[in-house]
């Protein structure tokens, strides 16, 4: 019998043309395991089991009758929920949306439906992706697989989560300050941050719109390659969509011996301070020890400006959340029946829908975003952080002269316990330190587990020039096949 985590995108393909199994037999498989195995872990928010066998039974009948089979056919996906998928709920982990049904497929859902995926379900997230550990979700925190006390990180804990435990092979989650790599770190899964215009936005609700990503969560960078490659791609309904992201080299196949000449940089902003715990840190530096013995030249380098990059996304990302937020008056799926009638005035259907409908995380972002955007105060801060924003991105700019790819923690520490930061943001925020600089700069980034760890995951963290995740992906495969 083929055991669920064995399976990757890979393999699976080549046990369902060699009629090992069908995708039938594979995406049933998948539900029993996650009936039995979700109630301790809670990564899904809701299963799509109909439509799944559906899928599965297309595959199949495809395969039976020989004809041409789409890169993803018969593979069962989990999808972070806050993509929209037609005719299924779409949470964000919100109460606000607790009665939302998505009109329309997001355009990268639309892709994995087109390239013959099996979507299996919708799993948990921060609410509207705002935190670092699945906790503030409004239907309970998702675990991490490796220890059941600890939090899988997040946003997109329950994708990060359904792929460590072998409840889909691979998922999407969104990015924008760290919520594929920071989850993959925390739960030992490749994860990774596409170059922002990469992948079409449309239908993914959205928190930040010029950092927001979707991406990638596999068990291989192969894996990666081949879901970023079924997604990626400009759309006329996204009009960030770069025309640059439908082309490039193979990310499938990358050519591991020009993987050998990329000249990788170490930032020494990211390896100093108190913050940075010693696993974490010896991880990181057995990942370069592996790359130097391959011959790989790394060259320390600096980015400057990376102190100020957390105080600047916490400007940019509440005045961006703010005013994407400001769509959910709670009236066309209203949750408490009734408020609309009668009387009510717009400010109590607002109140009351709004009022209990948003946890605490984006209550205190819709405040601070509408404050810093406020007449009087929006030079300060909004377009004082813009500034900021622009000088983290010069540092990657001049630092990409010198080498082709950055090499660094993803985290700072390995999973934290479940309620250990829930009452600090600030601490809460600090889990992101490494990856939102990224997000500021649009570049791609590629969380992957570093090997031989006795213990929790750890992640190191690629990141390459825009539109050179062909780079990252094959340096990481590169290291991969090092250390097997
Ligand atoms: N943890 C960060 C935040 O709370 C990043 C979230 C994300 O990437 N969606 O904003």
Redesign the pocket.
């Known amino acids: 019998m083929t055991l669920l985590r064995d399976l990757t995108i890979k393999n699976f393909r080549e046990g369902l043309l060699a009629k090992k199994y069908s995708a039938l037999e594979i995406a049933q498989a998948f539900f029993s395991y996650i009936k039995d195995t979700d109630p301790k872990i809670h990564a899904y928010l809701n299963l799509n089991e109909k439509e799944a066998l559906q899928q599965a039974e297309a595959a199949d009948v495809k395969i039976a009758k020989g004809e041409e089979l789409g890169t993803l056919a018969g593979v069962p996906l989990a999808i972070k929920d806050n993509m929209l998928m037609k005719g299924s709920p779409a949470t964000a982990g919100s109460r606000i949306l607790e009665r939302y049904i998505s009109a329309y497929d997001a355009t990268a859902i639309a892709k994995l439906k087109a390239e013959g995926a099996v979507i299996l379900g919708k799993t948990n997230l921060?609410e509207f992706?705002?935190?670092?550990s699945t906790e503030n979700s409004a239907f309970g925190p998702t675990k991490n697989p490796h220890d059941h006390s600890r939090v899988p990180g997040?946003?997109s804990g329950g994708s990060a989560a359904a792929v460590a435990s072998s409840m889909a092979i691979a998922a999407l989650g969104?990015?924008?300050?760290?919520?594929i790599r920071?989850p993959a770190a925390f739960c030992g899964v490749v994860g990774m941050k596409p170059t922002y215009g990469s992948v079409s936005r449309f239908g993914l609700i959205a928190?930040a719109s010029s950092l927001d990503q979707i991406g990638p969560f596999a068990r291989t960078t192969e894996d990666a390659a081949i879901l970023f490659n079924a997604i990626r791609g400009a759309d006329p309904m996204d009009a960030t969509g770069d025309p640059n992201a439908s082309y490039g080299p193979d990310l499938t196949n990358p050519d591991l011996t020009a993987m050998r000449g990329l000249r990788v940089g170490l930032p020494e902003e990211y390896f100093v301070g108190d913050g940075l715990s010693s696993e974490v840190a010896a991880g990181v530096d057995s990942v370069v020890d592996t790359l130097q013995r391959a011959g790989i030249k790394t060259k320390k380098i600096s980015l400057p400006h990376t102190k100020y990059a957390l105080s600047c996304y916490y400007i940019i990302?509440p005045a961006e959340a703010s005013s994407n937020l400001a769509r959910f008056d709670g009236i066309r799926f209203a949750r408490i029946p009734g408020v609309q009638d009668g009387n009510a005035t717009l400010a109590d259907i607002y109140q009351k829908q709004r009022g209990t409908g948003f946890g605490p995380e984006p209550t205190r972002r819709i405040i601070l975003g509408t404050f810093v955007l406020s007449s009087g105060h929006y030079d300060a801060y909004y377009d004082k952080a813009q500034r900021v924003r622009a000088l983290v991105k010069r540092d990657f700019d001049e630092a990409f002269k010198d080498v082709d790819v950055i090499l660094t923690p993803v985290t700072p520490t390995t999973a934290f316990k479940l309620g250990e930061k829930a009452d600090d943001p600030l601490a809460m925020?600090l889990?992101?330190i490494f990856t939102i600089p990224v997000n500021l700069a649009g570049l791609p980034g590629v969380s992957i587990p570093v090997r031989n760890i006795s213990g929790l995951p750890v992640g190191f963290q690629l990141i390459g020039k825009p539109f050179r995740e062909a780079d990252i992906l094959g340096l990481g495969r590169l290291y991969e096949s090092l250390i097997r």
Do not use: F, K, N
């Open positions: 921060d992706a705002m935190g670092s997040g946003s969104s990015d924008t300050g760290g919520s920071q928190l990302l925020y889990s992101d």
